[in-house]
């Protein structure tokens, strides 16, 4: 039973940090340490129960798309919009959705958990689904190894209790070893032969020579990517072909679509409203700071995360620097990752005609001399990200604008565009 003084506090402390332009996640910490008990009590009441998302890249927007896809089959969705993936992130979105008796008005929570949180998580809480989305080399400082990431994730699929979802072109993840002992059905979501050299894994994006392709297990109901053109996509399962217009950019957010299908036909089975469900994919559009697109004097000015090596190599690779002024901003605080030296790991050749106007963030000079390595010009160099971002926008007042940065940073700056443009609230 959720206690009435924990949530009426921790709604206090939400009301406050709101009022200060404090971090998402500070009411949930707060809440987490007066009531242990609070999320799993309160997710409970959840007639559907939990879906749980993980892997390296693209939590937050396939936690999106997820999201809206339930929500066209007439379900109450309750999901941490903000992205921070710690439980005390999960913890604070609930602060926002309960009353003050600790009632949550929803069927079901979509929720998006950083790997290592999510074992924690689903040592209380039972996921009825899950979606495991990649392994990826990402703060070394915390994960250590790649397979240790790929451990974590198998814990979460051990633990869910009616279905997981994989992606099977993932070495890690579509493997015999990975499959072992889960007990949960099974159902894989993947792209054609055809497109997986677009696709690279992570052991391929490391090495220098050509690394041998595993042969992925397509499961009894596979979702599949037959082919892709910009936002275009040709999204493949009961041998039948739906092509979609997509909102979103880049070609690692057209497999996240695809894995989120999936998940929703998974969840849905034969209640599924299968042209309700591809109208919804069509209409989704970026998650906070993911490719989101906002407005400054006219023109666009685009924010675009960048966390770990693959990450980066995918935003530069799915949008093209041609006409558009660039700015990269990387801080190293924990939740970025105190481990910056994954940025040696990113070729940055296709910034050189254009050359990089702004840097900034704490690791500004280590991102600077990064770009040295490349022969990337950059204008100017500064740690103050306020006064980096005035000078970026003054700079280029007529011309489309793109912003590549990490996760703090991208927090930074959103609160700095909301004085100057419209900026979505997400809390």
Known sequence: MTKPYSVLMGKAVRYVARLRGGGSALPGLFVETIDKSFVPDVLSQL???????SGT???????KMVVELLESQGMKVFTN????????GVAAALLGEVDTRGKLDADIAVLELDEAHAVRFVAQIKPKYSLLLNVMRDQLDRFGEIDHTANLLHKIALSTTDGVVVNRDDPRLGSEKFRRDITAPLRSYGVSTELLKQFPSDDEMRSDK???RFAPTLFADDTSLKSTDENHATISYDSKNHNVDLKINGIYNILNAVGAVALCRMIRGDEL???????ALQNVTPAFGRGENLTVNGQPCQLVLVKNPSGFRLGLQSFSPNGYATMIAINDNYADGRDMSWLWDVDFDSLRAGGVSEISGIRAYDMALRMQYDDVPVGNVATDLSKSLRRFLSAHSDSPKRIYCTYTAMLALRRELAKVT??????
């Open 57 to 63: 890249n693209g939590k937050t927007t396939t936690t």
């Open 81 to 88: 919009r903000t992205g921070s993936n710690f439980i005390r």
């Open 422 to 427: 419209d900026v979505e609230d997400v809390s």
């Open 273 to 279: 409203d299968e042209k309700a469900m591809i109208t």
């Open 210 to 212: 050509k690394v041998a």
């Open 47 to 53: 007639p559907q129960g939990v879906v749980l998302i």
